[in-house]
């Protein structure tokens, strides 16, 4: 899988908007940009994905750049209950037998009041 | 959506215990399910796919006789740490996949283990 680079952490005031970058230049055609959330002592939480068009749900929404070799998490209204760390991962469509997922050190979101 | 859950939640036993994890899909059929670990401060480390019906596919440097998975129907997988000692306490997680391979996975509340 693609290797991906992300800010250790961020802070980001509580009802503004918070953008999460994300690089991932070695990304290939056939991956995918999935991204999910560890709050503290919970198991991980599924956010978004997308391949190359910019995706939205009642989370958030996930911009990719056109080359693809980064992309953006936006938390449109963050709260204080976002505070945890982001993982961005890519990987691909068909990953086979061995598609566990690989995280990296992700981005520890800090929400302030 | 997807529920993904996980018992128990917090096991404390004493050392050379073997310990039984539970990893269920409510509301969907897994064939493929995931075992993860994480250490204090640490981000997930795959350990094992689990796939129904046969031999689950262990990570590199992974023990295969030390952490048992079965995966015996569609909804419920298994991880038992066999004669646990206080360097397997840690922070497991399962994860489940509903359908095709580029869905997301999702995860359980993962338990945590500690071994006196």
């Known amino acids: 899988d693609a290797k991906t680079t992300q800010p250790p952490s961020m802070d980001c005031a509580e009802g503004r908007a918070a953008n999460l970058p994300c690089n991932h230049s070695t990304i290939s055609g056939n991956e995918y940009v999935y991204w999910y959330r560890q709050i503290h002592s919970q198991g991980p939480q599924y956010i978004i994905h997308?391949?190359?068009n910019n995706e939205t749900n009642e989370m958030a929404s996930l911009i990719i750049t056109e080359d693809r070799k980064s992309s953006t998490l936006i938390l449109p209204h963050a709260t204080l209950r976002d505070t945890a760390v982001y993982y961005c991962i890519v990987r691909p469509f068909l990953g086979g037998g061995a598609d566990g997922l690989t995280f990296g050190k992700g981005t520890h979101l800090i929400i302030q009041p | 959506g997807a529920v993904v859950s996980q018992h128990p939640s917090r096991v404390i036993c004493k050392s050379g215990t073997s310990v039984k994890i539970e990893c269920r899909s409510l509301?969907?059929?897994?064939?493929?399910m995931f075992w993860y670990r994480q250490f204090p401060k640490k981000s997930l480390m795959l350990m094992a796919t689990s796939n129904e019906g046969s031999k689950a596919t262990y990570e590199q440097g992974v023990e295969k006789d030390k952490f048992l998975i079965n995966h015996a129907s569609l909804t419920l997988s298994t991880l038992t740490v066999t004669s646990a000692h206080p360097e397997d306490s840690s922070f497991y997680i399962c994860?489940?996949?509903?359908?095709?391979?580029?869905?997301?996975?999702?995860f359980g509340d993962g338990t945590r283990l500690s071994i006196l």
């Open positions: 994860s489940a996949r509903d359908g095709a391979s580029n869905q997301p996975q999702h």
């Open positions: 509301d969907f059929q897994a064939t493929t």
């Open positions: 997308g391949l190359k």
